[in-house]
T-cell receptor, first 116, second 114 residues
Framework: AQKITQTQPGMFVQEKEAVTLDCTYD???????LFWYKQPSSGEMIFLIY??????QNATEGRYSLNFQKARKSANLVISASQLGDSAMYFC?????????????FGAGTRLFVKA | DAGVIQSPRHEVTEMGQEVTLRCKPI?????LFWYRQTMMRGLELLIY????????DSGMPEDRFSAKMPNASFSTLKIQPSEPRDSAVYFC????????????FGSGTQLSVL
Protein backbone atom coordinates (compact mmCIF):
# COMPACT_ATOMS: atom_id res chain seq x y z
CA ALA A 1 0.00 0.00 0.00
CA GLN A 2 1.05 3.56 -0.58
CA LYS A 3 2.60 5.38 2.35
CA ILE A 4 4.40 8.68 2.83
CA THR A 5 6.47 9.34 5.94
CA GLN A 6 7.70 12.71 7.10
CA THR A 7 9.55 12.24 10.35
CA GLN A 8 10.25 15.89 11.18
CA PRO A 9 7.20 17.55 12.74
CA GLY A 10 9.07 20.85 12.98
CA MET A 11 12.31 22.34 11.70
CA PHE A 12 14.16 25.57 12.35
CA VAL A 13 16.54 27.21 9.91
CA GLN A 14 18.41 30.47 9.92
CA GLU A 15 17.55 32.93 7.18
CA LYS A 16 19.80 32.54 4.11
CA GLU A 17 20.84 29.01 5.05
CA ALA A 18 19.79 25.81 3.29
CA VAL A 19 17.44 23.28 4.84
CA THR A 20 16.49 19.71 3.98
CA LEU A 21 13.03 18.33 4.69
CA ASP A 22 12.89 14.54 4.77
CA CYS A 23 10.40 12.31 3.01
CA THR A 24 10.34 8.56 2.55
CA TYR A 25 7.72 6.62 0.66
CA ASP A 26 6.55 3.10 0.16
CA UNK A 27 5.07 1.72 -3.01
CA UNK A 28 5.15 -1.46 -5.03
CA UNK A 29 4.55 0.37 -8.30
CA UNK A 30 7.37 1.05 -10.73
CA UNK A 31 5.69 4.17 -12.07
CA UNK A 32 4.85 6.92 -9.62
CA UNK A 33 5.22 10.62 -9.03
CA LEU A 34 6.48 12.53 -6.02
CA PHE A 35 5.48 16.05 -5.09
CA TRP A 36 6.11 18.74 -2.53
CA TYR A 37 3.45 21.27 -1.60
CA LYS A 38 3.69 24.31 0.65
CA GLN A 39 0.91 25.48 2.95
CA PRO A 40 1.48 28.94 4.44
CA SER A 41 -0.49 30.16 7.42
CA SER A 42 -3.13 31.48 5.02
CA GLY A 43 -4.10 27.88 4.37
CA GLU A 44 -3.70 27.65 0.60
CA MET A 45 -1.89 24.68 -0.91
CA ILE A 46 0.91 25.58 -3.31
CA PHE A 47 2.66 23.14 -5.64
CA LEU A 48 6.45 23.39 -5.42
CA ILE A 49 8.15 20.59 -7.31
CA TYR A 50 7.62 17.22 -9.01
CA UNK A 51 9.80 14.15 -9.57
CA UNK A 52 8.77 11.23 -11.72
CA UNK A 53 10.00 7.77 -10.80
CA UNK A 54 11.70 7.38 -14.18
CA UNK A 55 13.35 10.78 -14.13
CA UNK A 56 17.08 10.29 -14.03
CA GLN A 57 17.95 13.75 -12.84
CA ASN A 58 16.82 15.39 -9.63
CA ALA A 59 14.11 17.99 -10.14
CA THR A 60 14.88 21.65 -9.50
CA GLU A 61 12.59 24.68 -9.40
CA GLY A 62 14.35 27.89 -8.46
CA ARG A 63 15.47 27.59 -4.83
CA TYR A 64 13.80 24.20 -4.49
CA SER A 65 15.41 20.92 -5.40
CA LEU A 66 14.31 17.38 -4.80
CA ASN A 67 16.96 14.91 -3.69
CA PHE A 68 15.56 11.70 -5.18
CA GLN A 69 17.13 8.44 -4.02
CA LYS A 70 15.07 5.73 -5.61
CA ALA A 71 16.76 2.73 -3.99
CA ARG A 72 16.26 4.25 -0.57
CA LYS A 73 12.75 5.41 -1.46
CA SER A 74 13.43 8.93 -0.32
CA ALA A 75 12.48 12.26 -1.86
CA ASN A 76 13.87 15.00 0.32
CA LEU A 77 13.17 18.65 -0.39
CA VAL A 78 16.09 21.04 -0.25
CA ILE A 79 15.40 24.74 0.08
CA SER A 80 18.44 26.90 -0.56
CA ALA A 81 18.94 30.41 0.80
CA SER A 82 15.93 30.29 3.12
CA GLN A 83 13.73 33.36 3.33
CA LEU A 84 11.32 34.45 6.04
CA GLY A 85 8.48 33.77 3.62
CA ASP A 86 9.46 30.11 3.52
CA SER A 87 8.00 29.66 7.00
CA ALA A 88 5.12 27.29 6.35
CA MET A 89 3.93 23.70 6.46
CA TYR A 90 5.48 21.46 3.81
CA PHE A 91 3.84 18.29 2.56
CA CYS A 92 5.40 15.45 0.62
CA UNK A 93 2.95 13.59 -1.61
CA UNK A 94 2.93 10.61 -3.94
CA UNK A 95 0.83 9.63 -6.92
CA UNK A 96 1.07 5.89 -7.56
CA UNK A 97 0.76 4.82 -11.17
CA UNK A 98 1.49 6.58 -14.42
CA UNK A 99 -0.52 9.35 -15.97
CA UNK A 100 -4.25 9.05 -16.39
CA UNK A 101 -5.87 9.90 -13.11
CA UNK A 102 -4.46 8.18 -10.06
CA UNK A 103 -4.86 9.23 -6.47
CA UNK A 104 -2.36 11.36 -4.61
CA UNK A 105 -1.72 10.83 -0.92
CA PHE A 106 0.08 13.12 1.49
CA GLY A 107 2.48 12.79 4.38
CA ALA A 108 1.86 14.34 7.79
CA GLY A 109 3.86 17.43 6.93
CA THR A 110 6.82 19.34 8.37
CA ARG A 111 6.44 22.81 9.80
CA LEU A 112 9.40 24.99 8.87
CA PHE A 113 10.35 28.05 10.87
CA VAL A 114 12.81 30.48 9.33
CA LYS A 115 14.62 32.66 11.87
CA ALA A 116 15.83 36.17 11.07
CA ASP B 1 -8.29 30.81 -15.38
CA ALA B 2 -10.17 31.34 -12.13
CA GLY B 3 -8.70 28.31 -10.42
CA VAL B 4 -10.61 25.79 -8.33
CA ILE B 5 -13.54 27.47 -6.64
CA GLN B 6 -15.00 26.18 -3.41
CA SER B 7 -18.01 27.40 -1.50
CA PRO B 8 -18.72 28.29 1.16
CA ARG B 9 -15.40 29.45 2.63
CA HIS B 10 -16.72 28.98 6.13
CA GLU B 11 -19.62 26.94 7.41
CA VAL B 12 -20.86 26.79 10.98
CA THR B 13 -23.66 24.38 11.70
CA GLU B 14 -25.21 22.43 14.51
CA MET B 15 -24.84 18.74 15.05
CA GLY B 16 -27.40 16.78 13.09
CA GLN B 17 -27.75 19.29 10.29
CA GLU B 18 -27.01 18.53 6.65
CA VAL B 19 -23.95 20.22 5.18
CA THR B 20 -23.20 20.58 1.48
CA LEU B 21 -19.82 21.69 0.22
CA ARG B 22 -19.39 22.74 -3.38
CA CYS B 23 -16.54 22.72 -5.83
CA LYS B 24 -15.97 23.98 -9.34
CA PRO B 25 -12.79 22.48 -10.85
CA ILE B 26 -10.59 24.13 -13.43
CA UNK B 27 -12.12 23.87 -16.87
CA UNK B 28 -10.66 21.00 -18.86
CA UNK B 29 -9.31 19.10 -15.88
CA UNK B 30 -10.00 15.39 -15.84
CA UNK B 31 -9.74 14.52 -12.16
CA LEU B 32 -11.32 15.94 -9.03
CA PHE B 33 -10.32 15.14 -5.48
CA TRP B 34 -11.87 15.83 -2.08
CA TYR B 35 -9.50 16.00 0.90
CA ARG B 36 -10.10 16.64 4.58
CA GLN B 37 -7.46 18.30 6.74
CA THR B 38 -7.33 18.07 10.53
CA MET B 39 -4.53 18.51 13.03
CA MET B 40 -4.82 14.92 14.17
CA ARG B 41 -5.14 13.15 10.84
CA GLY B 42 -3.46 15.52 8.41
CA LEU B 43 -4.63 15.56 4.79
CA GLU B 44 -6.87 12.60 4.06
CA LEU B 45 -8.14 11.72 0.61
CA LEU B 46 -11.88 11.16 0.86
CA ILE B 47 -12.84 10.41 -2.74
CA TYR B 48 -11.76 11.17 -6.27
CA UNK B 49 -13.38 11.25 -9.69
CA UNK B 50 -12.00 10.79 -13.18
CA UNK B 51 -14.10 12.30 -15.94
CA UNK B 52 -17.01 12.65 -13.50
CA UNK B 53 -16.90 8.98 -12.47
CA UNK B 54 -16.07 8.09 -8.84
CA UNK B 55 -12.95 5.96 -8.84
CA UNK B 56 -12.05 5.47 -5.19
CA ASP B 57 -14.22 6.37 -2.22
CA SER B 58 -12.40 4.22 0.30
CA GLY B 59 -11.45 7.32 2.27
CA MET B 60 -15.04 8.37 2.93
CA PRO B 61 -15.27 7.89 6.68
CA GLU B 62 -18.89 6.84 7.02
CA ASP B 63 -22.17 6.51 5.19
CA ARG B 64 -22.98 9.98 6.42
CA PHE B 65 -20.61 11.26 3.75
CA SER B 66 -21.52 11.27 0.07
CA ALA B 67 -20.08 12.96 -2.99
CA LYS B 68 -21.36 13.56 -6.48
CA MET B 69 -20.03 14.97 -9.69
CA PRO B 70 -23.01 15.45 -12.02
CA ASN B 71 -20.92 17.16 -14.70
CA ALA B 72 -17.38 18.21 -15.45
CA SER B 73 -17.75 21.61 -13.82
CA PHE B 74 -19.36 20.81 -10.48
CA SER B 75 -19.01 18.51 -7.50
CA THR B 76 -20.59 18.34 -4.07
CA LEU B 77 -19.60 16.73 -0.80
CA LYS B 78 -22.51 16.18 1.55
CA ILE B 79 -22.52 15.26 5.21
CA GLN B 80 -25.82 14.15 6.67
CA PRO B 81 -26.17 14.23 9.61
CA SER B 82 -23.14 16.24 10.63
CA GLU B 83 -21.26 15.60 13.87
CA PRO B 84 -18.70 17.69 15.80
CA ARG B 85 -15.89 15.32 14.76
CA ASP B 86 -16.52 16.32 11.14
CA SER B 87 -15.11 19.77 11.92
CA ALA B 88 -12.16 20.25 9.57
CA VAL B 89 -10.98 22.06 6.47
CA TYR B 90 -12.27 20.37 3.34
CA PHE B 91 -10.25 20.91 0.18
CA CYS B 92 -11.24 20.24 -3.37
CA UNK B 93 -8.47 19.84 -5.95
CA UNK B 94 -8.39 19.14 -9.66
CA UNK B 95 -5.78 17.99 -12.12
CA UNK B 96 -5.41 17.20 -15.78
CA UNK B 97 -3.89 14.12 -17.36
CA UNK B 98 -0.34 15.25 -17.94
CA UNK B 99 3.23 14.36 -17.13
CA UNK B 100 3.04 15.36 -13.50
CA UNK B 101 -0.71 15.71 -12.83
CA UNK B 102 -0.06 18.20 -10.10
CA UNK B 103 -3.02 19.16 -7.99
CA UNK B 104 -4.60 22.59 -8.11
CA PHE B 105 -6.32 23.24 -4.80
CA GLY B 106 -9.27 25.39 -3.94
CA SER B 107 -9.15 27.69 -0.93
CA GLY B 108 -10.91 25.13 1.24
CA THR B 109 -14.07 25.17 3.33
CA GLN B 110 -13.61 25.57 7.07
CA LEU B 111 -16.41 23.49 8.61
CA SER B 112 -17.35 23.83 12.25
CA VAL B 113 -20.02 21.53 13.65
CA LEU B 114 -21.21 22.64 17.08
Amino acid sequence: AQKITQTQPGMFVQEKEAVTLDCTYDTSDQSYGLFWYKQPSSGEMIFLIYQGSYDEQNATEGRYSLNFQKARKSANLVISASQLGDSAMYFCAMREGGTGGFKTIFGAGTRLFVKA
Amino acid sequence: DAGVIQSPRHEVTEMGQEVTLRCKPISGHNSLFWYRQTMMRGLELLIYFNNNVPIDDSGMPEDRFSAKMPNASFSTLKIQPSEPRDSAVYFCASSSYSRNEKLFFGSGTQLSVL
